[in-house]
């Protein structure tokens, strides 16, 4: 018990059972004040940048101060708030949750999360080393894209250069397997 509620509740001669009592009805007149704030935590809490366990774990830790204080929340409203609340980078997650019929529990949701979370993360390296060899970065050259692939159109006879075009008799120095023209 802290000093300062202490001195809120003592009053000098009290038992034991009155100051009982003073520090109850403390609590109790607090309660339904407490629910009303962790219940709007709850319902509005979300997981921004924090990872998978620690946003479960606060989670839970909000379900149960609300169990404490007498608002008990279901598996089910657990879920759905954690799936509601949860980052974008898990949104494909999400909508599979959402479709699950009947919804997995707490603990099924946050391994799911979890699983999901360092399938990205070891991922993520992959991707990288991928985007820097295709970059020109360690293990070569810029890969040729479409644009740059695109075969050149034949050229036509009459735009060869001069030497290709003249050569007269029997083979006249053209590797060409076009007839000259003359």
């Known amino acids: 018990m802290t000093d300062d509620l202490a001195d809120t509740v003592s009053q000098h001669g009290s038992t034991a059972r009155v100051l009982w009592l003073s ?3 403390q609590f109790l007149g607090n309660r339904t004040t407490c629910a009303l704030y962790t219940d709007q935590e709850f319902r509005s809490f979300s997981q921004d940048d924090l990872p998978v366990a620690e946003y479960c774990r606060r989670y839970k830790k909000l379900d149960e101060d609300l169990r404490d204080l007498g608002e008990p929340v279901s598996d089910r409203t657990l879920v759905l708030n954690i799936v509601r609340g949860h980052n974008e980078r898990f ?3 999400g909508l599979h949750l959402r479709r699950t019929n009947p919804l997995p529990s707490f603990l099924q949701v946050r391994d799911d999360l979890a699983l999901e979370e ?10 990288a080393l991928t985007a820097l060899s295709g970059t020109g970065g360690p293990g070569g050259s810029k890969p040729p894209t479409p644009s740059t692939a695109a075969p050149r159109p034949p050229q036509q006879p009459s735009q060869r250069p001069p030497q290709q075009q003249s050569g007269g008799g029997s083979g006249g120095g053209s590797s060409s397997s076009q007839p000259q023209q003359r």
Not at 118 to 127: D, F, Q, S, V
């Open 23 to 25: 520090i109850e009805s």
């Open 91 to 93: 949104l494909a997650l």
């Open 118 to 127: 360092l399938t990205m993360a070891k991922a993520a390296p992959a991707a």
